[in-house]
């Protein structure tokens, strides 16, 4: 009996949280919709950019706001138990809170998982190709002639890290570039530093730089040469559509990419700081599911289904407003990495348990 119980309060949480997620999409996609629809029409872009372009916008609001629809869904699940008298009935057949907390938050648990590999292998992906869709095809960005960019990161399909300076995909040259190739264990092998390198056709020439060696103990050579040629897949083509910004990175690109620039001697306090904000945040879904159950079953005591969700949106809006001031005290410096991304989610996570283990009182947050 206890586990058909189980599985109906884990059939009405996910019935509940499909609807809450995608009415979230909806919302996100037609406000965008209404934002973005005079330029797509101005510049007569196609339907199947517009199609290519929402689509491809989907995993980006699902990854940010399945966390709040792990919230709204659980006040609205157990809210509407509590008016239609279930919970008596459960208790009644023996099972508890934990009992009806454990399915909700199992389910969190998954939406974490399923967001955290979203951000991995979706959500970059379709960025990229999002924001491809809306400045090129639609804003036409290439009619003006390609773009000179600064400070430059690449990842090669080989795992080959390009850090680059300055590049003038016009002319085809690079100004400053450093080269960072990795072994089978993902340590740097070889890191090639140059002034300069222009591409001569069929091949990289790079100008004036050095090329080190690297073993398991250290730094095992180092050459200096004033032209060379090292083989390299990539054409200037490659680099002409890379800008990435970090939505549109994996979390192993943004790690070698740390240590890319940490080899180098550059600040990447902010960049970890990035690094641990991609990882944390799927988890806000079990934080705000374990804040959610408690605060549901207090507010159903004392006001319909539309008090409990003004009440969960209120918590769920303070607890995205100290997220962000956390990562931004991060980037500025004040809080380390760790703390900045991993420490709202330790403190609303006490808050979530201080509030289970005070059930019994009558306030909806009893201080």
């Known amino acids: 009996m206890m586990m058909i119980l189980k599985r109906y309060v884990l059939k009405k949480f996910v019935q509940v ?28 872009a196609p339907w199947e950019d517009w199609a290519g372009y929402y689509l491809y916008k989907v995993p980006l609001i699902f990854s940010y706001m399945a966390p709040q ?23 009644a057949c023996g099972i508890g809170v934990t009992g009806i907390a454990m399915p909700i938050l199992a389910a ?26 809306f400045q090129v095809k639609v804003r036409h960005a290439q009619d003006k002639g390609p ?28 100004k400053k570039v450093s080269v960072f190739l990795y072994n089978g264990r993902r340590a740097v092998e070889q890191r090639i530093d140059a002034t300069a390198a222009f591409w001569n056709g069929r091949e990289w020439e790079f100008l004036d730089g050095y090329v080190r060696d690297f073993s398991p103990t250290g730094l095992s050579r180092t050459e200096y040469f004033k032209n060379r040629v090292f083989p390299a897949p990539e054409s200037p083509a490659d680099f002409k559509k890379v800008q990435k910004k970090p939505e549109e990175m994996s979390a192993r690109e943004m790690y070698r990419v740390i240590q890319a620039e940490s080899t180098m001697g550059k600040d990447t306090e902010k960049k970890w700081v990035d690094l641990h904000r991609k990882i944390s945040y799927p988890f806000m ?33 303070a607890f995205s407003f100290i997220y962000a001031l956390g990562i931004s005290l991060g980037h500025g410096g004040t809080f380390g990495p760790l703390l900045a991304a991993w420490g709202p989610l330790l403190l609303f996570g006490s808050l979530g348990f201080y509030m289970i283990l005070t059930l019994d009182s009558e306030k909806i947050l009893p201080l």
């Open 147 to 174: 773009v000179e960019r600064d400070k430059l990161w690449f990842r090669s399909a080989n795992g080959t890290i390009w850090n680059i300076d300055y590049f003038d995909p016009e002319r085809a040259l690079m």
């Open 17 to 44: 949280y499909l609807l809450t997620i995608s009415g979230f999409v909806c919302i996100f996609l037609l406000i965008d919709f209404f934002e973005r629809a005079d330029e797509f029409v101005v510049r007569q």
């Open 69 to 91: 629809a792990v919230l709204l869904a659980t006040v609205v699940t157990l809210t509407a138990f509590a008016r239609n008298n279930e919970f008596t009935a459960m208790k």
């Open 108 to 133: 969190a648990v998954v939406v974490a998982g399923i967001v955290l590999a979203s951000n991995e292998y979706v959500m970059p992906s379709a960025t990229e190709k999002m924001n491809y869709i």
């Open 285 to 317: 879904s079990v934080i705000l599911g374990l804040i959610g159950i408690p605060l549901s079953l207090r507010t159903g005591r004392t006001g319909g289904v539309l008090f409990c969700v003004a009440v969960s949106l209120a918590v769920g809006l």
